[in-house]
């Protein structure tokens, strides 16, 4: 099967500026998720979203993220006003025999 | 008790030998258990899931033993391309599949020694 492609692989961005990540996913996959790393952690949870709604959302997840599916086939995570320690790989993953993980995304904010 | 508890190690292993890893998960509803393999810098892979009975795929042989809340991965007849992160990864959450949320152990660094 097709990968997880994610966009762009490399950011880096200042603090408190917006960051939008992007993922394409295969289309008729109707759970996706967004996990994060940060460098020499372990990998964490943020989000789960089904049918173009959050189903579920980790302590991470605040009201600095929010997730969306604009136009019914890229699925992006946003942070709105980036902090340093949001520097860190987001990962977009879909279900499918386990989880299939997008490269990634490595986000340095500074 | 962390949720998903493995060894760190590293684990450095000459080629050919054989190589275990343990991993005990604190919540005992827990409902399904996997294996990943992540090289450095890069995406986690799964390797194989891991079921009650058992599984074996080729090398790698995969144990749940629910009981005891431990998981273990066996590579047999290790390579030099085995070297990587193996990560214990557990669905704590009681929703069916594809609704899931997985909870990562950190890893157990593996480096196959020519």
């Known amino acids: 099967e097709p990968e997880v492609t994610q966009t762009p692989s490399h950011q880096v961005t200042q603090m408190g500026q917006e960051v939008i990540l992007r993922c394409v996913p295969i289309?008729?996959?109707?759970?996706f998720y967004w996990y994060r790393q940060i460098l020499g952690q372990k990998v964490e949870f943020l989000v789960s979203?089904?049918?173009?709604?959050?189903?579920?959302k980790s302590e991470i997840f605040d009201d600095q993220f929010s997730v969306e599916r604009p136009d019914g086939s890229n699925f992006t995570l946003k942070i709105r006003s980036t902090k340093l320690e949001d520097s860190a790989m987001y990962f977009c993953?879909?279900?499918?025999?386990?989880?299939?993980f997008g490269s990634g995304t490595r986000l340095t904010v500074v | 008790r962390k949720e998903v508890e493995q060894d760190p190690g590293p684990f450095n292993v000459p080629e050919g030998a054989t190589v275990a890893f343990n991993c005990t998960y604190s919540?005992?509803?827990?409902?399904?258990f996997f294996w990943y393999r992540q090289d450095c810098r890069k995406e986690p892979k799964l390797l194989m899931s891991v079921y009650s009975s058992g599984n074996e795929d080729g090398r790698f042989t995969a144990q749940l033993n629910r009981a005891s809340q431990y998981i273990s991965l066996l590579i047999r007849d290790s390579k030099l391309s085995d070297s990587a992160t193996y990560l214990c990864?557990?669905?704590?959450?009681?929703?069916?599949?594809?609704?899931?949320?997985?909870?990562f152990g950190t890893g157990t660094r593996l480096t196959i020694i020519p």
């Open positions: 289309s008729n996959h109707l759970y």
């Open positions: 993953a879909r279900a499918s025999r386990g989880y299939t």
């Open positions: 919540n005992s509803a827990s409902q399904s």
């Open positions: 979203f089904y049918n173009n709604e959050i189903s579920e």
């Open positions: 990864v557990v669905n704590m959450s009681p929703r069916g599949f594809g609704n899931e949320k997985l909870t």
